[in-house]
């Protein structure tokens, strides 16, 4: 850190010193600017006469380039005078802006640094920020602790009639613990009525009593809760509860999204950044999670050295899906193209200009092969290959689509 101070302080002084330097000398090593005027004049005297010897000038129209041009003279040479008496007297108000000069620099320089900077942090390359990433994620608050931290605060007001049933619901529940219906609906009542403690502790009832039936969205909800309960922040226990829905579901969107926030603090925005903006172009438009990943995904962006990101339409399909394509089964074969052409069409149209994920691009060439373009295929899969050059393991995704089409090269 001494090294650091060492060398800062070395450069600004550096710097102030060249600035004050320009500002003591002060003038021009060829003399002040009038006295090329004054050589410019004297040269067109000299003009005036040659013109004049040579009969290109007249004697009329040479008196008065004369006089004009001795006016400028004579005003010139004054203003050399003066400049020359200046130059002579003491330079106080130089010294006093050159000694301004390096005060701002180095002090102003310093206090910068004190503002944005970081005085004492050491230097942090990439693997120093991964590992301490990683260390932050392993040794995190707990949700226990996390709640400790929370301040009190009001639920919303209830109406008394429903607070009232609710009251019932907990004395039902507490008499027969092992109604799975009950616990369900005191799941969701406590959580309407802000209760993400009691919410959670009642999932972790319905998750036990559905043992290994227990779905994805049973431990999103859970891991919701838990999350909500500790002010928006993703402890280890909610974790292993977005890990567990994922396991079970690799698309629910409530686990992909708030897996992203989890990696977004502890320390790896780019791998946040990543998530959302594959789940942001996966996600149908009316998603309740778009909302807050639109609101932070900017920052996101900057944070993840991204700048020049542009946030993808949320509006519109974004493409046939497998449950698009199971549903063209029950309509006429003209209804069915029509469908996949539309939904192939908008499909083509995003990855040309927004791009996508690599499962968008397989999609795209299994739907043209629906649709009996096998050269179409062969285009989209060219510029797959060119687009992941550098994601291997993306590449490898669409690859195995075109394996099973057979259109592979």
């Given at each position: ?148 931290q929370m301040p009190e605060t009001a639920n919303p007001e209830i109406p008394e009639e429903y607070a009232q ?245």
């Amino acid at each position: 850190m001494t090294l650091f101070w060492i060398m800062a302080g070395g450069m600004a002084l550096a710097v102030s010193a060249l600035l004050a330097l320009a500002l003591l000398r002060g003038r021009r090593e060829t003399g002040p600017a009038e006295a090329f005027d004054l050589q410019v004049y004297r040269d067109q005297l000299k003009e005036i006469e040659r013109d004049l010897a040579r009969g290109t000038l007249p004697e009329d129209e040479a008196e008065r380039l004369r006089t004009e041009v001795s006016r400028r003279l004579l005003s010139a040479d004054a203003r050399v005078q003066g400049s020359a008496a200046s130059a002579g007297q003491p330079k106080t108000a130089t010294l006093a802006l050159a000694g301004a000069v390096v005060a701002v620099v180095l002090a102003g320089g310093i206090g910068l640094y004190m503002q944005i900077g970081a005085p004492g942090y050491p230097d942090l390359p990439l693997a120093g920020r991964i590992a301490a990433a990683a260390d932050l994620r392993e040794n995190r608050p707990s949700q226990a602790e996390a709640e400790a931290q929370m301040p009190e605060t009001a639920n919303p007001e209830i109406p008394e009639e429903y607070a009232q049933l609710v009251t019932r619901l907990r004395g039902a529940v507490a008499e027969r613990p092992t109604d799975l219906r009950g616990q369900e609906l005191l799941a969701r009542s406590e959580g309407a009525m802000g209760n993400y403690r009691a919410a959670y502790a009642a999932l972790e009832q319905v998750i036990a009593l559905k043992g290994d039936a227990a779905t994805s969205k049973d431990f999103a909800d859970l891991a919701d809760m838990m999350i909500l309960a500790a002010g928006g922040y993703v402890s280890p226990e909610a974790q292993e509860a977005l890990e567990v829905a994922l396991e079970r579901d690799p698309n629910n969107g409530v686990a992909r999204y708030y897996g992203g926030l989890m990696m977004a603090q502890t320390g790896r925005p780019d791998i946040a950044f990543q998530m959302w903006d594959r789940l942001l172009r996966e996600s149908p438009a009316d998603a309740p999670w778009l909302d807050p990943i639109y609101e932070q995904m900017a920052e996101m962006a900057f944070r993840a050295g991204v700048s020049d990101y542009q946030l993808p339409d949320r509006g519109g399909p974004r493409g046939p899906t497998e449950a698009d394509m199971a549903n063209a089964a029950t309509m006429t074969p003209e209804e069915r193209m029509d469908m996949i052409r539309g939904m192939v069409g908008q499909l083509s149209d995003r990855l040309a200009t927004e791009g996508g994920p690599p499962e968008d691009w397989s999609r795209l060439i299994s739907s043209l092969m629906v649709l009996g373009e096998a050269d179409q295929a062969r285009a989209i899969w060219a510029d797959a290959q060119q687009v992941f050059a550098e994601a291997p393991d993306a590449l490898a995704v669409i690859r195995s689509t075109v394996e099973r089409a057979g259109i592979l090269d």
